[in-house]
């Protein structure tokens, strides 16, 4: 397995010379989630003839998640085929299929459950959340290789190999999500602008962890070019 330094080397290698493109991908679902926040914890107001005043937060976090699948799968693919990036973006952003949008939904709302269970303490929900933050990414490894897999047992596969990859992987991935905590941190004390250059470095990075991973685990994840 790849250390974090190595991992965090890739990312920027990835990045070299394509930061503009990385950001135009990356910077819509931060805008959103940026303003979703801003409503729940400042004083951000949004017209009150707006189609969403009612629940705002609600609606601009929906799309965010949508828009943020997209953008995952997306930089899966670059990590996986460098000429990804010189495509046409808003094709892979919006072009997840009505079945794969559902089978996140339940992923999501299944994994949502399970780790507002496990919140109760914050140790377990920090297990949980470690412990199913591969499945988004081997859905669409798994949805790839056979487009007609049934919704339902795809979430199930992806959760139950989620767990199991994870085995002896939490802490090494808390540490790499960890080691971002400082820029995190300046991100926040610049007013949310440092995410446009944190959010794909983030991401590349995280993916990256996935990329590894799975070829660690050949006989369970499908394998791509």
Not at 23 to 51: E, H, R
Not at 90 to 107: D, K, R
Not at 114 to 129: E, R
Request: net charge neutral.
């Amino acid at each position: 397995m790849l250390t974090n330094s190595e991992l965090k080397k890739n990312a920027r290698q990835t990045l070299r010379g394509n930061w503009q493109r990385a950001i135009k991908l990356t910077i819509v679902p931060v805008i959103l989630g940026l303003i979703s926040w801003g409503y729940l914890y400042g004083n951000f107001k949004w017209p009150s003839n707006s189609f969403f005043v009612d629940q705002p937060s609600l609606s601009f976090t929906i799309v965010s998640v949508a828009l943020s699948i997209g953008v995952m799968y997306t930089l899966l693919d670059w990590v996986r085929d460098k000429d990804v990036i010189n495509q046409s973006l808003p094709a892979h952003v919006f072009g997840l299929s009505i079945n794969t949008m559902l089978a996140l939904l339940v992923q999501a709302l299944f994994m949502s459950f399970v780790i507002l269970i496990g919140s109760l303490l914050i140790v377990p929900g920090v297990i949980f959340w470690l412990m199913f933050s591969q499945s988004v990414y081997i859905y669409k490894d798994q949805h790839e290789a056979d487009p007609n897999m049934n919704v339902w047992s795809g979430v199930i596969n992806s959760v139950s190999l989620s767990e199991s990859m994870m085995i002896g992987h939490k802490w090494e991935l808390f540490k790499l999500k960890l080691s971002f905590l400082g820029w995190l941190l300046l991100s926040i004390a610049t007013f949310g602008i440092g995410f446009i250059w944190l959010a794909p470095y983030y991401q590349l990075t995280v993916t990256g962890y996935y990329v590894a991973l799975a070829a660690e685990n050949r006989e369970q994840i499908p394998q791509h070019a």
